[in-house]
């Protein structure tokens, strides 16, 4: 499951086609790369939380406008490879999350969303119990398993048009409590999901769509590079990240 014939086209079961030019042949060896890199399948299953890195860029001054940021997590559907099965929502209760900016200090507030307060630059954790599955959606074993992670999804709402938003880093944290006493999200995180490969023409294969949808772009960051998102005409933007 998930290769990709000489032809480009994914297939399901069996042994690829092989390419019939060298192009192709590369083009195969850079899909596959690209995949392994996003995969978090080799996350550790007792992980506790979801992080990522973000930056709001917006014509607000510094600390005056609040981005409201609410999350989503797409299960692997385990009959189905490939394909998104169980959704987890972190917006139907209050919970507590954490985040690191540019003074280095990790601080924490409780909401049924994160507020993201202009200017911001840095982590955002969020433990995988504020999350509960829809229920329209079936999971065989009930509960979000870190290791099965297929997808994380971004629904932001701006307080000012036309605001800019980059993610990179998107990972799980394996220990809240370490996290929170040292200060050191790095070394107690894993990341699965980076932008550092992927290039622009792959970019709509593993960003895309859930709402109202932005304009994607891969633009060089602090950390290397990172996916930019802005609404092209609203405040509100909804994309999804594959990360398997």
Same mark, same amino acid.
């Given at each position: 499951?998930?290769?990709?014939?000489? !032809?480009?086209?994914?297939?399901?079961?069996?042994? +690829?086609? +092989? /390419?019939?030019?060298?192009? =192709? #042949?590369?083009?195969?060896?850079?899909? &596959?790369?690209?995949?392994?890199?996003?995969?978090?399948?080799?996350?550790?299953?007792?992980?506790?939380?979801?992080?990522?890195?973000?930056?709001?860029?917006? /014509?607000?001054? /510094?600390?005056?406008?609040?981005?409201?940021?609410?999350?989503?997590?797409? =299960?692997?559907? $385990?009959?189905?490879?490939?394909?998104?099965?169980?959704?987890?929502?972190?917006?139907?209760?209050?919970?507590?999350?954490?985040?690191?900016?540019?003074?280095?200090?990790?601080?924490?507030?409780?909401?049924?969303?994160?507020?993201?307060?202009?200017?911001? =630059?840095?982590? *955002?954790?969020?433990? &995988?119990? #504020?999350?509960?599955?829809? $229920? %329209?959606?079936?999971?065989?074993?009930?509960?979000?398993? +870190?290791?099965?992670?297929?997808?994380?999804?971004?629904? @932001?709402? %701006?307080?000012?048009?036309?605001?800019?938003?980059?993610?990179?880093? *998107?990972?799980?944290?394996?220990?809240?409590?370490? @996290?929170?006493?040292?200060?050191?999200?790095?070394?107690?995180?894993?990341?699965?999901?980076?932008?550092?490969?992927?290039?622009?023409?792959? @970019? #709509?294969?593993?960003? &895309? $769509?859930?709402?109202?949808?932005?304009?994607?772009?891969?633009?060089?960051?602090?950390?290397?590079? #990172?996916?930019?998102?802005? !609404?092209?005409?609203?405040?509100?933007?909804?994309?999804?990240?594959?990360?398997?």
């Amino acid at each position: 499951d998930g290769q990709i014939d000489g !032809s480009g086209k994914p297939i399901k079961a069996g042994y +690829p086609t +092989p /390419p019939k030019t060298r192009q =192709e #042949a590369l083009d195969v060896i850079e899909e &596959f790369l690209i995949r392994q890199y996003l995969t978090m399948s080799g996350a550790n299953p007792n992980a506790q939380g979801v992080v990522f890195w973000m930056k709001v860029d917006d /014509p607000t001054p /510094p600390g005056d406008g609040k981005t409201r940021l609410q999350i989503m997590l797409g =299960e692997e559907d $385990p009959n189905n490879k490939g394909h998104m099965g169980a959704v987890y929502f972190s917006n139907w209760k209050e919970f507590n999350y954490y985040y690191k900016g540019k003074d280095g200090k990790v601080n924490s507030d409780k909401s049924n969303y994160v507020s993201v307060p202009s200017g911001f =630059e840095g982590y *955002i954790v969020i433990p &995988f119990s #504020a999350f509960e599955k829809h $229920p %329209a959606y079936h999971d065989p074993n009930g509960v979000l398993d +870190p290791d099965k992670l297929f997808m994380v999804s971004f629904d @932001l709402h %701006a307080s000012t048009a036309g605001s800019k938003y980059y993610f990179d880093n *998107i990972g799980v944290v394996n220990d809240i409590a370490k @996290l929170v006493s040292t200060g050191d999200i790095e070394k107690n995180s894993d990341f699965g999901q980076n932008f550092e490969n992927i290039p622009d023409t792959q @970019l #709509a294969n593993f960003v &895309f $769509p859930l709402g109202p949808s932005a304009t994607k772009q891969i633009v060089s960051s602090a950390n290397g590079k #990172a996916l930019m998102l802005q !609404s092209p005409s609203g405040s509100q933007i909804h994309e999804g990240v594959k990360v398997s």
